[in-house]
């Protein structure tokens, strides 16, 4: 799959109203299972220094970095308030509206890595975002934007509805790569199940990455 930008029916999705109205109740819960949580955190600690300034995009109550390592700066953005004051991960955050404003309130190149958690599959203007995340990073900075087989399916684009799980990371590359952002890859990981959990599945969420450098 090569896009380079979106059609007005793939951007489109079954519900329109405002995001915001969807995003008013807190939800202090995991929307991801504790395999790819785990997987993740490792991803993290992998590939960010303690000394970044990290931006956690369309973040929630938790960042999923490792809580035993004390980085420079993490500025959180999200769509609920009370969810971003819960994450004790952020030292700071804001709220907005990426479907409506997709200009970032910061700086050109003030960030270090980029992070994305199960939150691309919902940009209708992914290439936008793409470009502003990359004004902000600075040079030999990072974007990881991870994501498994998850969604609320009402709010995320037809583009990410009609494709499969490959179809997704080359969609995500694809636009990164339109815009600018260098040695783009990915992972894709099938976690097995540990514990209590091996009883119903023989593997977790499926665990995908895609990685690029500015």
Known sequence: MVVKTLTLNQRSKEDNNDDAYFYSTPRFVHHLDEGFRSRLTELYRERISSNSTIL?????????????????????????????DRNNQLNKYWVQNLNKCQKLPLEDE?????LIVAGWQYLQEPEEIAAELKRVT????QLIVSFSNR?????????????DDND?????KSILSSQGWEKVEHLAEKIPAK?????????????????ARK
């Open 168 to 172: 997704h990371i080359n969609y995500i």
């Open 110 to 114: 003030t960030i270090d890595t980029c």
């Open 56 to 84: 956690d995009l369309m973040s929630s109550w938790v960042s999923h970095l490792p809580n035993d390592i004390k980085f420079n700066h993490v500025i959180g953005h999200g769509m609920n308030r009370l969810e971003l």
């Open 195 to 211: 514990g209590f959990q091996k009883i119903f599945t023989d593997y977790t969420d499926p665990f995908f990455s895609v990685i």
């Open 138 to 141: 600075k040079n030999n900075g």
């Open 151 to 163: 969604a609320f399916w009402t709010k995320a684009p037809r583009i990410w509805i009609e494709g």
